[in-house]
């Protein structure tokens, strides 16, 4: 089968692989969609261990189930392997599973490929009147749907309603989505790329500034540099909630004076309970997510391409989609 290999820092070679075997309990599964995430950028730039080349990365994917008895079935898919047994499993917390697994991370290949393997437990059946495109999006989707939730229950009943999310590409756009969804009228999103920014407001309709000022109850970090947590830090209202999400860089920019003296909640969230990434694809496929009509499609043979323009800066939509069959 073809894959898009990463093989070293700034180097991803579309070529033949071994075909996939299924492990026992799990689905071979044909990938229609497979989306860029930061962290496949991160990876691309040399920046995760985690990540070490030659590897398949990629884990927001949907396709359809090849022979068995759910032959041909379309499902989007849970990239987060869990044991299912252990405490946090049994908590419904399976994102802290001790022994979890993701795919794009060793020793699981990832998804920028024309097949790959899950367990049962791992797949969503779509609809047949949701695209593929779509589907793909549940697990960037899960991550931010996953840091309202956290987010919401933080807060404070006695503080104002708004937000604001720090980074307006994918995870920040699906954040803001998120939080409208649960209930947050007013959030304004922070995004300081100009391109991006009138993509935003005129395609995605959103509220969008290129600099945060103010005060806000909740506040979305879905970058996670420095810079940003120092944006995060200066614009949370006091008693209210920091959730960070994303993982640019380990340390600086957060105020610890300012969150112990104002007392304000900072909560790490990483990826998705199971339960998240089901009630994310629910609202995906009702459309409580809006129109989700903000991705833009390419090749997987073209993918070098495009984690270049990803990194130059030069690429207007929040998420690119690859299809590895076209």
């Known amino acids: 089968m073809k894959a898009l290999v990463y093989d070293g820092v700034e180097t991803l070679t579309f070529r033949d692989v071994p075909d996939v075997v299924p492990n026992a309990g799990e689905h071979l599964i044909k990938v229609e969609a497979v989306g860029i995430c930061g962290s496949d950028m991160h990876a691309y730039l040399g920046h995760d261990a985690r990540r070490p080349a030659p590897l398949i990365l990629g884990h927001e994917a949907a396709g359809t189930i090849v022979g068995g008895p759910r032959d041909g079935m379309r499902v989007t898919v849970n990239p987060l392997v869990t044991c299912g047994t252990c405490t946090a499993c049994n908590a419904g917390r399976e994102n802290l599973c001790p022994t979890r697994q993701i795919i794009s991370m060793a020793p699981r290949e990832g998804a920028f490929a024309q097949y790959i393997s899950m367990p049962d437990r791992n797949l969503v059946e779509v609809p047949d009147g949701v695209s593929m495109t779509k589907a793909a999006l549940a697990e960037p989707l899960a991550v931010s749907w996953h840091a309202a939730r956290l987010a919401m229950q933080a807060l404070h009943p006695s503080m104002e309603r708004t937000a604001l999310v720090v ?23 922070a995004e300081p790329n100009d391109t991006r920014r009138a993509f935003l407001i005129d395609t995605c309709k959103q509220t969008v500034v290129a600099a945060a000022n103010g005060q806000f109850s909740i506040v979305v970090d879905a970058v996670g540099y420095a810079a940003t947590r120092t944006v995060a830090s200066a614009c949370v209202a006091p008693g209210g909630v920091i959730a960070h999400v994303g993982l640019g860089e380990d340390t600086g920019g957060i105020d610890v004076r300012r969150v112990t003296l104002q007392e304000v909640t900072f909560i790490g969230t990483y990826t998705y309970t199971a339960q998240d990434f089901r009630d994310t694809a629910a609202a995906i496929f009702d459309g409580s997510l809006g129109a989700l009509d903000w991705t833009e499609t390419r090749s997987l043979a073209d993918g070098q391409a495009a984690f270049r323009d990803i990194l130059g800066g030069v690429v207007a939509a929040p998420k690119i989609m690859l299809n590895p069959w076209a």
């Open 167 to 189: 980074g307006g590409g994918a995870i920040g756009l699906a954040a803001a989505l998120a939080l409208k969804a649960m209930g947050i009228d007013s959030v304004t999103i």
